[in-house]
């Protein structure tokens, strides 16, 4: 398969697995919820691709669907560089505009693209779907790239969305008005697609002769092969009406003789009203495609909206313009409907103006109370004043607006980026993780399976089982110095763990004052916190 090269590309292969976990610290004031939970819709600020570290033990394999709408790289975006990635070249690059006249910007674009990437996937689900917003510039390089991380097999389309409905004449050679949405899935698990039929689709489906089977349509029975080239499909068909028998000219039938016979039997032949056509056309009815249509790789501006939709909805929200280009809600929507039921959850890595969760929560209430969830990360300083401000106003309602007068409902949960969870802060006391985050973070990189703060039993250490600990895996620790000097696993502490009933159980406690045979007995693994959670990492 061909790999895409790139400057840094062997320095972010695996980046993404030395980025730190981070503490997710809730913010009560600026949440639209009663009570702060990494279970509510979310809405998290800071660096994205330090928060989907972050969010993986709450989430991996669990996203059904994520929509992201990167930086395009025409170099009028702004952005910059910002990974610390261990490489004298790259270290250069921090913090630096990638601009029209930077040589390196494609490289750097891949670079920042790679290590998230990467991340996405494992939040993924194994029936989820990846839908990456871009326009030509990094396109074909983005296909590379994915090829490369999700697989050649896992690609399901190159969708052209037509964002404008007139030309700019202010262009020198092309003017564009469509975006590309490059479509993946995580696995061969999604393996069939179809979206609802539209009222347009529909209107084909009449019923002139009132066939009791209901309305239909119909498709020609001349196929586009010559009777040459298919000699097995050349017969003559009896027309009911004239008692003539027919054949094409030149071209062969679609079916065999064997089907024909069966379509005759089944009524499905169609010759006109008056039986004036030359040759039958066959009936396909409306209730044998109830299950919806194959999308299509080509979405119009009246099916998937416009940027000018975009920008209307937000400055009816914000009441100005307060974004550059913002995706219209009927686009994402589309999305979402195609590749997301109810109770799935969303997830939005670029969040920007927070179009994504207007859509979620738009999508929920016309499909009767749905419950689709929505993550959406923001690094940028409005993440609070734009993003998460959309989101209140949507969801509560905006009473001078003529499209967003009644609210949709909901809540959200808003989160900032916490400082890293380092070891070496429990040794030194000093910014020490709450028990919930290296909680969350133990058990993660122990197991590697999702962790539910719901389960913690606090007074007993106990913070879930999982697959390989039956037993239950158990955390001894407070963010506290005088409590991990002298909390150490006792007899009395190993005897609440309960019988083992032969199931492993797992252990972190500052120290222990029980032998290795003993715990071999009762079946526990002891781990010292703050060393041997190394053994765990990456």
């Known amino acids: 398969m061909p790999s895409l090269q790139f400057k840094g590309k062997s320095f972010v292969q695996n980046h993404h697995l030395a980025v730190k976990f981070h503490q997710l610290t809730g913010v009560k ?31 991996a394999g669990k996203v059904k669907c994520i929509y992201i709408d990167p930086p395009y790289n025409t170099g009028n975006e702004k952005w910059v560089y ?29 670079c920042m693209m790679m290590p998230r990437l990467k991340l996405l996937k494992e939040l993924l689900a194994e029936d989820g779907v990846i839908c990456i917003n871009l326009d030509d510039v990094e396109t074909s390089n983005c296909r590379v790239l994915m090829d490369e991380i999700f697989g050649v097999d896992n690609f399901l389309a190159l969708i052209a969305w037509e964002k404008r409905f007139t030309r700019s004449n202010n262009a020198k050679l092309f003017s ?22 539209s009222d347009k689709s529909n209107a084909i489906y009449t019923n002139p002769d009132n066939d009791s089977r209901g309305p239909w349509t119909s498709v020609s029975y001349v196929n586009p092969a010559t009777k040459e080239a298919r000699p097995n499909l050349v017969y003559k068909i009896s027309n009911p009406f004239t008692k003539r028998k027919v054949e094409h000219p030149t071209n062969a039938w679609k079916y065999s003789l064997d089907t024909h016979k069966k379509h005759v039997e089944e009524k499905r032949l169609w010759w006109g009203e008056d039986g004036s056509y030359n040759y039958p056309r066959l009936k396909k009815f409306l209730s044998e495609v109830s299950d919806g249509i194959v999308p299509v790789d080509l979405w119009r501006y009246d099916v998937a909206g416009t940027t000018d939709e975009g920008s209307k909805d937000l400055e009816e929200l914000m009441g100005r313009a307060v974004f550059d280009n913002p995706k219209p809600a009927k686009l994402i929507k589309k999305v979402l409907s195609l590749f997301s039921s109810d109770g799935d959850l969303i997830m939005d890595s670029f969040a920007g103006s927070g179009t994504t969760a207007q859509a979620v929560l738009q999508l929920n209430k016309e499909e009767d109370g749905g419950n689709r969830r929505f993550i959406l990360v923001e690094m940028e300083d409005y993440a609070d004043s734009i993003t998460a401000e959309r989101v209140r106003r949507v969801i509560k309602g905006v009473p001078t607006s003529k499209n967003f007068k009644e609210g949709s409902g909901g809540t959200f949960s808003y989160f900032k980026l916490g400082p890293p969870i380092e070891m070496e802060q429990i040794l030194h006391g000093k910014d020490m993780p709450a028990y919930e985050d290296l909680a969350r973070y133990v058990y993660f990189t122990a197991t590697g399976e999702e962790f539910n703060a719901k389960d913690i039993q606090r007074k007993t250490g106990f913070i879930g089982t999982s697959k390989h600990y039956p037993g239950g895996v158990y955390l001894y620790y407070e963010p506290d110095m005088n409590y991990l000097m002298g909390t150490a696993l006792t007899l009395d502490m190993a005897k609440a763990l309960g ?28 781990h010292q916190l703050p060393f041997e959670i190394y053994r765990f990492k990456d």
């Open 29 to 59: 004031g600026k949440s639209l919820t009663d009570k702060v939970s990494l279970h509510d819709n979310l809405i998290v600020q800071g660096d994205n691709l330090k928060a989907l570290k972050a969010l993986l033990p709450t989430y």
């Open 499 to 526: 019988p083992h009933k032969n199931q492993r159980r797992l252990v972190f406690a500052p120290q222990k004052y029980l032998d290795q045979d003993y715990l071999d007995v009762h079946r526990i693994d002891y």
């Open 82 to 110: 910002n990974d610390n990635v261990n490489s004298p070249m790259m270290q250069e690059w921090l913090g630096n505009v990638v601009d029209k006249d930077d040589l390196t910007r494609h490289d750097k674009w891949l």
């Open 176 to 197: 564009s008005i469509k975006d590309t949405l490059i479509v993946y899935r995580k696995s061969d698990q999604v393996e069939y697609l179809r979206e609802d039929r």
